[in-house]
């Protein structure tokens, strides 16, 4: 009964940006690890960014500087902020929660960013 949403991907330029959302549901969002990954194709799926449920943020390098991941707890979303994306940026963005107690993840349906340059 976890579901995780993934929405706000597109076609953007390079240089652009976009703001992806992930709705959760079936859970208590407030207590839960967030994170996001991406794949891009012939690639295996990389972490870009976590933010653990007490606010503390980690980025991958690639990323780092260019995107914010933060949450809203009241509205059961993170939520991550892409500015100057790159073409190399365009993968498949899939939302991950993970509960501390149980050990258990669950994974969005993702979400698709194309960057063109």
């Known amino acids: 009964q976890v579901q995780l949403v993934e929405s706000g991907g597109g076609l953007v330029q390079a240089g652009g940006s976009l703001r992806l959302s992930c709705v959760a549901s079936g859970s208590i969002f407030s207590n839960k690890h967030m994170a996001w990954f991406r794949q891009a194709p012939g690639k295996q799926r990389e972490l870009v960014a976590t933010?653990?449920?007490?606010?503390?943020?980690n980025y991958a390098d690639s990323v780092k500087g260019r995107c914010t991941i933060s949450r809203d707890n009241a509205k059961n979303t993170v939520y991550l902020q892409m500015n100057s994306l790159k073409p190399e940026d365009t993968a498949v963005y899939y939302c991950?929660?993970?509960?501390?107690?149980?050990?258990?993840?669950?994974w969005g349906q993702g979400t698709q960013v194309t960057v063109s340059s």
């Open positions: 933010i653990t449920s007490g606010g503390t943020t």
């Open positions: 991950r929660q993970t509960s501390s107690s149980t050990g258990l993840s669950y």
